[in-house]
């Protein structure tokens, strides 16, 4: 798995209004798209593409077009939903795919309950959406789903990383295509598998605590 953490002032900056618990969650959501715009062109730096050319107003021009077909992007429901304005942005011809996983708070380990992919994802270049890898759990099962439809090329994007679930999905990706974004790595998780510092739970703080 390769890994590239951002490293880029005003992604940090970003990161640090996230992080503040006084941060209201309209603000919140508009940082969160502002960010995963800024990580998906690093995230973007491989999608395949093809030659074309274009009539400018002078002159003919050869550039480039995304190749078919076009890249899926996945956003794990419900955190990932926040995330996927950002994304496509930067990708608007890219199709979406859904994928709901929740974690077991007892067990932290993720259960699926809701899917809306292709059956056939072979020749597709995906990327995956998941604001926090913490445990590795949920993105680790993610990326098995979309290589068990015949995905090999995946891009994860995550706002922040704890070593401990990026040392799980190293091992459980081993010998796959596989990239991840990060836009930090933290220090580590607490004892009920929160990322440290982090900046809380993502999907109550992109939505609310709907009781």
Known sequence: MRVHVADHPLITHKLTVLRDRETPSPQFRSLVAELITLLSYEATREVRVEPITVQTPVAPYNGLALSKPVPLVVPILRAGLGMLDGMMAVLPNAEVGFLGMAR???T??????????????????????????????SLGAAL???????????????????????????????????????????????????????LGDAGDRLYGLAE
């Open 104 to 106: 077991n708070e007892e």
């Open 108 to 137: 932290l380990e993720p259960t699926t309950y809701a899917e809306r992919l292709p059956e056939d994802l072979s020749g597709r270049q995906c990327f995956v959406l998941d604001p926090m890898l913490a445990t590795g759990g």
């Open 144 to 198: 098995e789903f979309l290589f068990k439809r015949g995905a090999s090329d995946v891009t994860a994007i995550c706002i922040l990383g704890a070593p401990e679930g990026l040392a799980r999905l190293e091992k459980e990706t081993e010998g796959r295509d596989v990239r991840l974004v990060l836009g930090a790595l933290d220090e580590r998780l607490n004892e009920v598998g929160y990322i440290v510092p982090g």
